[in-house]
């Protein structure tokens, strides 16, 4: 019998709003978690004494982190801290509904390449209020990729009118309510032993990861009856304005992301988006969003380490590089699964 033991793994800055309910979310879940981890990121309000309180009496374990050190990296500390074969992350503004990881387990192992999943993604619907109701909008129904090497979550913004209710295979899952394959994780992890990529501080890690998992053969199924609700600080289709750490993080991370995972191949076929998409970004960075321009300089300052961890990637390739760029198919691909 298949071991499904799970261990949430909750990131936590600034989040005493939130936090409450996202806890409460995780009591209710079904099968109970073996563990669960909350990595607080030197949090200046309530958010990590609302998690030591524990009022819903979860086998919890508190990381108080003395220093912000970014999402990715404090995702790696709770992936460590625990030894489930499978690991659900989730964000501390997100609430599954009680059976969501029973659904994404029972979704994997019905399938016949069951032991190559090594990521399972519900649909994630739009949160209101601190409650974090879900709403009947999209927020991500998975990861999909362009040939311009953006990474999009499917459906975001739009209602939720049974578009994306068939199971499906994709590039990659949103971070926010994702459960991997702990077997995938360590698989995949860089010689320094993180999972994510510590240098990308926050936004895009979970894009690099995917990326790596695809490398090495490990798929992602969607499956649209596991349910959460996200509430989402940053919404893209509202714009960037007022988000300048955001944006020069994404600005930042969106090279790193090529320079890590992209093979010559890739650059080759999908000419000219990314290159059209590169300039596009450069030019508003010394233009309208002179604000992102740091990231310029710090990518150039992750250079060597960016180059290490590609040789590292390109070094460990087990499928064919055409297997992984068909993914990279205008307007986002998904192979959805019809033997259902």
Request: proline share 6%; net charge positive.
């Amino acid at each position: 019998m298949a071991d499904e033991r799970y261990a949430v793994v909750v990131v936590s800055y600034q989040h005493a709003t939130t936090l409450p309910a996202c806890l409460r979310a995780i009591g209710q879940l079904q099968p109970r978690p073996a563990a669960v981890v909350v990595v607080d990121n030197a949090s200046t309000d309530a958010s990590a004494d609302l998690a030591a309180a524990n009022p819903d009496g979860l086998p919890l374990t508190l990381v108080r982190n003395p220093s912000n050190t970014g999402f990715a990296a404090a995702i790696n500390t709770g992936i460590a801290a625990s030894d489930t074969p499978w690991v659900l992350l989730l964000n501390p503004d997100c609430a599954p509904e009680p059976l969501y990881t029973a659904r994404l387990l029972a979704a994997v192992h019905a399938r016949p390449e069951h032991d190559r999943i090594g990521c399972a993604v519900g649909k994630l619907l739009r949160a209101e209020g601190d409650d974090l109701a879900p709403s009947r909008t999209i927020d991500s129904a998975g990861m999909v990729v362009t040939p311009a090497g953006r990474h999009l979550d499917r459906g975001a913004g739009t209602a939720d009118d049974g578009r994306f209710d068939a199971p499906a295979w994709l590039f990659g899952a949103t971070a926010a309510a994702a459960l991997y394959r702990r077997a995938a994780l360590d698989d995949i992890a860089y010689p320094s032993g993180e999972r994510l990529a510590a240098s990308f501080f926050a936004y895009r890690e979970d894009a690099e990861l995917a990326w790596r998992l695809q490398w090495r053969g490990w798929r992602c199924l969607y499956v649209p009856d596991a349910v959460a609700g996200h509430r989402r600080g940053f919404r893209p289709e509202a714009g960037r304005q007022g988000h300048d750490a955001v944006n020069r993080h994404s600005v930042r991370n969106r090279f790193l992301l090529r320079l890590h995972c992209a093979d010559l191949a890739w650059h080759l076929a999908c000419l000219p988006w990314w290159l059209v998409r590169d300039l596009l970004v450069i030019g508003g960075c010394l233009t309208v969003e002179r604000a992102s321009l740091p990231a310029l300089t710090e990518l150039w300052r992750l250079r060597v380490d960016a180059a290490e961890r590609r040789r590292w990637v390109m070094g460990r390739r087990s499928v064919p590089s055409r297997q992984v760029r068909r993914w990279f198919r205008r307007g986002g691909w998904t192979e959805e699964i019809v033997d259902r």
